[in-house]
């Protein structure tokens, strides 16, 4: 308990901003440790999603893949081929005039399908045929040949443990470096899986095909390693090198590391390990060919004149598949192609040393914004500014992405902000508390408050609908027509009205109406403007235009809270069934015809009461036949909602109202309709207050 009062202390002192500047240093100083220091595994989900965003366009088709795939499995055998079989697809390839050819694959042990080697199986029977064998040339004699009169480059894989394969050099062209020693930098390799001396020297260059993944996916790209204490090249440099005839890929060192790496032209910025970010593009079945159709004698000409061609395997089950931010299983070969076609055309993912330093400004300046403003800004205006703060952070990586091809670590400052802001919040929180706790004292003479509050509106209730008149005392003895009505409040009180009474022995003058709003202030207003509307017609005015419009007046003029009320007003001549309405911004009534025909009267209207205080409101005159039934409502029936939100809808309306009997009483259907529509809200809350007034015209 007394840590968690110091901690509780902690966070409330000066409204949690010591214990965020302190947290904000502590997230600086890690961000600042390394270049690597942050939260990798979000880092690199963002730098993934940079580039399903936005993947690398390709410009041009420099590089071919020839590949090793199943259907030349299937017509020339499995693998691994024999010797002499590959040295007759170099020499296919290499009549079409290539840059270079690199081989993705390695060869560290002699050839046992070579004439030798089956000689030393035979029997002793077929002496004759081991002879003629063993006089035959060797297929890594055959491969040299090849090797020698192609520009080939042999790949190599690195290895931290020797194996029963693995060397500790590589046969390669030397490395130049400038500036300083590169060897501390490089990733470093004791042991080297390569093709047999003889093919090593018999190629034009070698490389090292090894990369390191993070997470289990391919997203940088050695340009060079070491090799036991010597700098080798990647496939993609010393193909570029021998493409180009210049003698040696160029290494530039500073006190950072490595900053760029030079193959004849082309000056490429790396990390300072002489890695770079590779930026990923779909894979292109495009530029690949069949083994097959190669040896064939069917593939394009110019699929290989001039171009950088790669071999390749990827066949089922012999494919060495690596994870990419762009799909899941890639052929290495493919990635080599990838990582040769962004070189040559200029297109770098760059993370240079400045950009830690950046994402440290960015993170300090939205920190001190956030401890600056979190502590004395409202709650409800809180979150669509983080929002904004958040999503401007996201957008800078985003777009330094797009347009400058710059890895921002917007996640590790999000996560970074998302901490600074929970720790504000808990002092805020924790404030709170405290201002609950000392408003638990009052709380219970409010609720005594609220208990005699209660009460009063309960006899508000009674009073306000004791106020509506009732039809069947309001007209004893009437037989030229009928009126039914009920209203009921979503609250102890509503803001629903109608009223209907006598202007004359032959007109009768009825209004429903839906006051903006609800509780209290709806059903003080819905008092005034049902005595205003009574008082007025009841002066002598018969017209329905200077009654509404003398309503809409006086309503206009006193209303402080500026409320509004829809309203449907007429006068009836229940001698003649002429019929006068006028609808102001209300749900337009409904007429059930003596034959069974319902419409909705859509007649002119014009806006609630009170928002133009001098509207001259449209009349809609209309003849009631004896036997039709006028039926007027609020929209609480419409829009009345059930537990799964869904509402009562004026097609169920519509529905209900012709499905009931022509005469039938008019109390049977207020009830009838009043029942289905709690039957369909259930349990919900009532979402506003339900009116109804039917009307019928009678001999």
């Not at 420099?62 to 090793?68: A, C, D, R, Y």
């Not at 390191?212 to 990647?234: C, F, I």
């Not at 005699?452 to 509106?457: D, H, I, M, P, T």
């Not at 097609?651 to 499905?659: F, I, K, S």
Request: proline letters at 7%; aromatic letters at 6%; glycine letters at 8%.
């Amino acid at each position: 308990m007394p840590r968690r009062g110091a901690v509780a202390t902690l966070l409330q002192a000066r409204r949690g901003r010591p214990l965020a500047i302190l947290l904000l240093i502590i997230l600086l100083g890690f961000q600042q440790l390394s270049p690597q220091a942050g939260l990798p595994v979000a880092r690199l989900a963002l730098f993934d999603l940079y580039q399903h965003t936005w993947p690398r366009q390709p410009q041009g088709q420099p590089v071919t893949l020839v590949e090793i795939d199943e259907p030349s499995l299937q017509q020339l055998g499995q693998w691994p081929w024999p010797r002499n079989k590959l040295a007759r697809l170099i020499d296919a390839i290499n009549t079409h005039r290539p840059l270079a050819i690199g081989l993705d694959l390695y060869m560290p042990e002699l050839d046992q399908t070579s004439p030798a080697m089956v000689a030393r199986n035979l029997p002793a029977k077929q002496a004759d045929l081991a002879t003629t064998l063993a006089a035959l040339p060797s297929h890594e004699a055959v491969l040299v040949q090849s090797l020698q009169s192609a520009p080939v480059v042999l790949g190599a894989a690195g290895f931290d443990y020797p194996t029963l394969s693995t060397t500790q050099g590589l046969r390669s062209q030397p490395v130049l470096v400038q500036g300083g020693d590169a060897l501390p930098w490089l990733r470093a390799y004791p042991w080297v899986l390569a093709s047999l001396p003889q093919l090593q020297a018999a190629a034009t260059g070698q490389a090292v095909l090894s990369v390191d993944l993070d997470g289990g996916v391919v997203r940088r790209m050695p340009l060079a390693v070491s090799v036991n204490q010597q700098p080798v090249p990647s496939l993609a440099m010393e193909m570029l090198r021998v493409a180009t005839g210049v003698p040696a890929v160029t290494l530039v060192v500073d006190q950072q590391g490595i900053r760029e790496a030079r193959v004849a032209d082309l000056i490429v910025p790396t990390l300072p390990n002489g890695e770079v970010w590779l930026p990923f593009a779909p894979a292109r079945h495009s530029r690949s060919v069949s083994a097959a159709q190669v040896l064939s004698g069917q593939v394009d000409p110019t699929a290989l004149q001039d171009k950088l061609v790669l071999i390749g395997i990827t066949g089922f089950g012999l494919t060495d598949l690596r994870a990419t931010p762009l799909d899941a299983q890639v052929p290495g070969v493919e990635i080599q192609a990838q990582l040769m076609e962004s070189l040559i055309a200029g297109q770098f993912l760059q993370r240079p040393a400045w950009m830690r330093h950046l994402e440290g400004g960015v993170l300090l300046l939205a920190g001190l914004l956030l401890i600056a403003a979190v502590p004395r800004t409202r709650l409800r205006w809180l979150a669509p500014g983080t929002a904004v703060l958040f999503s401007l952070v996201a957008a800078a990586g985003f777009a330094g992405f797009r347009y400058g091809g710059l890895l921002f670590d917007a996640a590790s400052i999000l996560i970074g902000l998302c901490l600074l802001l929970g720790s504000l919040l808990s002092s805020r929180f924790l404030e709170t508390d405290t201002q609950r706790r000392q408003a638990q004292q009052a709380l219970q003479h409010e609720r005594e408050l609220a208990a005699k509050v209660a009460g009063e509106l309960a006899a508000a209730r009674r009073l306000q609908l004791g106020s509506l008149p009732d039809a069947t005392r309001q007209f004893p003895g009437e037989t030229r027509f009928q009126l039914a009505a009920v209203l009921e409040p979503a609250r102890e009180v509503g803001g629903d009205l109608y009223d209907f009474f006598m202007l004359s022995t032959d007109h009768l003058f009825f209004i429903v109406g839906d006051v903006s709003g609800k509780g209290l202030p709806a059903s003080l207003f819905m008092v005034v403007a049902k005595a205003l509307g009574k008082s007025i017609a009841l002066r002598g005015e018969d017209d329905i235009t200077a009654i509404i419009g003398q309503l809409n007046h006086e309503l206009a003029r006193e209303n402080p809270e500026t409320l509004f009320i829809t309203v449907v007003a007429g006068i009836l001549d229940v001698a003649t069934g002429k019929l006068h309405l006028i609808n102001a911004g209300h749900d337009a009534p409904w007429l059930r015809r003596s034959n069974g025909s319902l419409t909705q009267l859509k007649g002119a209207g014009g806006p609630p009461l009170c928002i133009l205080e001098d509207f001259p409101y449209p009349v809609q005159a209309y003849q009631l036949a004896v036997g039709d039934t006028l039926c007027v409502i609020t929209d609480g029936i419409t829009e009345a909602m059930n537990a799964q939100s869904e509402l009562y809808g004026m097609a169920r309306l519509e529905a209900l109202l012709t499905g009931m009997p022509i005469d039938a009483p008019l109390e049977h259907m207020v009830r009838t309709v009043q029942a289905d529509v709690q039957q369909f809200v259930g349990d919900a809350p009532p979402s506003d207050d339900l009116t109804l007034l039917l009307l019928r015209r009678n001999s």
